[in-house]
């Protein structure tokens, strides 16, 4: 094993045992070199004179670029964009977006969390965990309405093996954490060590765990850990910050289980993909919060590393520029405003999805999941197929909509006018008695 890696794992082990346990062989082998990065990096400080050691271009004090370029790009110099961004990402962003979790999610309190990392958005952020902390056959909890790329970064490319809870209960009345607590339980028996994905507001039912839920589902995870079962538990909040109603709990379940427990290590996956509606700057944050009795901050340094190292042998590095226009972004004095408009108007569109969908002559055709949060809302029908009814709508009807397994129907009203909301659910209908007719 390379000494560099090595040396990260002693300093987990000393101080986390627990969470070198959880690493997997890739994770223990991860490390972030110290060659050319380290040595461009220290001769940024010091060659006052001459550097000639990182592999850009320049021309004087700048860097080379193309007018056919950088005339596009304004109000930015080219040294803000052009050259590589460092793997872990832009420093000053790092401490922004750790900064700004803390005022999204009060009560982390004093807990101390790692400096978030810089991913290519969140997908690949959960493929950077993937490889860190998945070892071929670990069970990784998921309900069994789950976003489809966790089967193509949790299973074909680390082999995991998916155990389901049923998600909602039978009525559609409820998230069904009876079933979530059961099913942890169960593997907590056959495995050392188990991992879950917690995703909310969720995606494809658009649903956020109420204040209630939230609580008793941090409690199941810190209890399953005290009673001696690694947990690895990952919170995928693409969607954070989009909650339109009272009830549902605003904060990332992050904030309740980091450092809780030595058993229990909570990474958070989010960025400004969905929450700053910058869907192609592809930034992403990975942030860990572990509890560990000394030298904590070593043992998050260690996993930075490591995580950034996992990036260095992947893509390199995000890109420069969609981080230095976020920064800006949310250093504007203008940025909560500007969200808080978005913020109004995907909840108009949920708010009119809600009255529209309490017209009985639906419930002929199709019950409603729970919806209160995110981008989408999902319909469950009665007596038709799925893929069919999408099919039929598309060619007969111009509408198109996404189909999940033999019954599921997902409509994505973060797109979706509020104009068009009664038009949208009146022609599923028809397309539904079309079908029964045929």
Same mark, same amino acid.
């Not at 009876?178 to 942890?184: K, L, N």
């Not at 289980?257 to 960025?271: F, V, Y």
């Not at 069919?388 to 189909?403: A, C, T």
């Given at each position: 094993?390379?000494?560099?890696?090595?040396?990260?794992?002693?300093?987990?082990?000393?101080?986390?045992?627990?969470?070198?346990?959880?690493?997997?062989?890739?994770?223990?082998?991860?490390?972030?070199?110290?060659?050319?990065?380290?040595?461009?990096?220290?001769?940024?400080?010091?060659?006052?004179?001459?550097?000639?050691?990182?592999?850009?271009?320049?021309?004087?004090?700048?860097?080379?670029?193309?007018?056919?370029?950088?005339?596009?790009?304004?109000?930015?110099?080219?040294?803000?964009?052009?050259?590589?961004?460092?793997?872990?990402?832009?420093?000053?962003?790092?401490?922004?977006?750790?900064?700004?979790?803390?005022?999204?999610?009060?009560?982390?309190?004093?807990?101390?969390?790692?400096?978030?990392?810089?991913?290519?958005?969140?997908?690949?952020?959960?493929?950077?965990?993937?490889?860190?902390?998945?070892?071929?056959?670990?069970?990784?909890?998921?309900?069994?309405?789950?976003?489809?790329?966790?089967?193509?970064?949790?299973?074909?490319?680390?082999?995991?093996?998916?155990?389901?809870?049923?998600?909602?209960?039978?009525?559609?009345?409820?998230?069904?954490?009876?079933?979530?607590?059961?099913?942890?339980?169960?593997?907590?028996?056959?495995?050392?060590?188990?991992?879950?994905?917690?995703?909310?507001?969720?995606?494809?039912?658009?649903?956020?765990?109420?204040?209630?839920?939230?609580?008793?589902?941090?409690?199941?995870?810190?209890?399953?850990?005290?009673?001696?079962?690694?947990?690895?538990?990952?919170?995928?909040?693409?969607?954070?910050?989009?909650?339109?109603?009272?009830?549902?709990?605003?904060?990332?379940?992050?904030?309740?289980?980091?450092?809780?427990?030595?058993?229990?290590?909570?990474?958070?996956?989010?960025?400004?993909?969905?929450?700053?509606?910058?869907?192609?700057?592809?930034?992403?944050?990975?942030?860990?919060?572990?509890?560990?009795?000394?030298?904590?901050?070593?043992?998050?340094?260690?996993?930075?590393?490591?995580?950034?190292?996992?990036?260095?042998?992947?893509?390199?590095?995000?890109?420069?520029?969609?981080?230095?226009?976020?920064?800006?972004?949310?250093?504007?004095?203008?940025? $909560? %405003?500007?969200?808080?408009?978005? +913020? &109004?108007?995907?909840?108009?569109?949920?708010? !009119? @999805? /809600?009255? =529209?969908?309490?017209?009985?002559?639906?419930? $002929? %055709?199709?019950?409603?999941?729970? +919806? &209160?949060?995110?981008?989408?809302?999902?319909? !469950? @029908? /009665?007596? =038709?197929?799925?893929?069919?009814?999408?099919?039929?709508?598309?060619?007969?009807?111009?509408?198109?909509?996404?189909?999940?397994?033999?019954?599921?129907?997902?409509?994505?009203?973060?797109?979706?006018?509020?104009?068009?909301?009664?038009?949208?659910?009146?022609?599923?209908?028809?397309?539904?008695?079309?079908?029964?007719?045929?």
């Amino acid at each position: 094993m390379n000494p560099i890696a090595q040396e990260l794992n002693t300093t987990i082990q000393e101080a986390g045992p627990h969470i070198f346990d959880m690493l997997s062989d890739m994770g223990k082998a991860l490390f972030f070199p110290k060659g050319i990065l380290s040595q461009s990096a220290e001769a940024k400080v010091k060659a006052h004179k001459i550097n000639a050691t990182i592999g850009i271009a320049k021309e004087g004090p700048s860097v080379l670029s193309l007018s056919s370029v950088t005339q596009y790009v304004t109000g930015i110099e080219p040294d803000e964009y052009l050259p590589y961004a460092p793997s872990f990402g832009i420093p000053a962003l790092r401490e922004q977006w750790k900064k700004d979790l803390y005022k999204k999610n009060p009560s982390l309190g004093s807990q101390t969390v790692s400096l978030p990392v810089v991913t290519s958005g969140i997908t690949h952020g959960v493929s950077v965990i993937s490889d860190m902390w998945v070892n071929s056959g670990d069970v990784i909890v998921l309900p069994d309405m789950f976003w489809g790329n966790y089967n193509m970064t949790f299973c074909v490319r680390n082999h995991a093996q998916l155990v389901h809870f049923k998600a909602y209960d039978d009525g559609l009345t409820r998230f069904n954490v009876d079933d979530f607590e059961r099913v942890m339980r169960e593997q907590a028996k056959k495995n050392d060590k188990l991992i879950t994905v917690l995703n909310f507001p969720h995606n494809p039912s658009g649903y956020t765990l109420s204040k209630t839920e939230a609580d008793r589902v941090a409690a199941i995870l810190i209890d399953i850990a005290q009673e001696g079962t690694n947990v690895v538990a990952a919170c995928d909040d693409a969607y954070f910050g989009l909650f339109f109603e009272e009830e549902t709990s605003k904060e990332s379940l992050f904030a309740k289980i980091a450092g809780k427990h030595p058993r229990l290590l909570a990474i958070k996956l989010d960025g400004a993909t969905k929450e700053d509606y910058v869907w192609g700057f592809r930034t992403g944050f990975v942030t860990y919060g572990i509890a560990a009795d000394t030298n904590i901050e070593g043992v998050y340094e260690a996993l930075e590393k490591k995580t950034a190292g996992c990036i260095r042998g992947n893509i390199s590095n995000a890109s420069h520029l969609s981080q230095t226009i976020l920064l800006k972004s949310m250093t504007d004095d203008n940025y $909560d %405003g500007l969200k808080q408009e978005k +913020f &109004n108007l995907l909840k108009s569109r949920a708010d !009119r @999805l /809600k009255v =529209v969908l309490k017209d009985p002559k639906y419930a $002929d %055709g199709f019950d409603v999941y729970p +919806f &209160n949060s995110g981008y989408f809302m999902c319909i !469950r @029908l /009665k007596d =038709v197929n799925a893929e069919k009814l999408r099919v039929h709508l598309l060619d007969n009807y111009g509408v198109g909509l996404i189909s999940m397994g033999d019954k599921n129907i997902r409509v994505a009203f973060s797109c979706l006018e509020e104009k068009d909301v009664t038009t949208l659910f009146d022609i599923i209908l028809s397309g539904i008695n079309d079908l029964r007719k045929a």
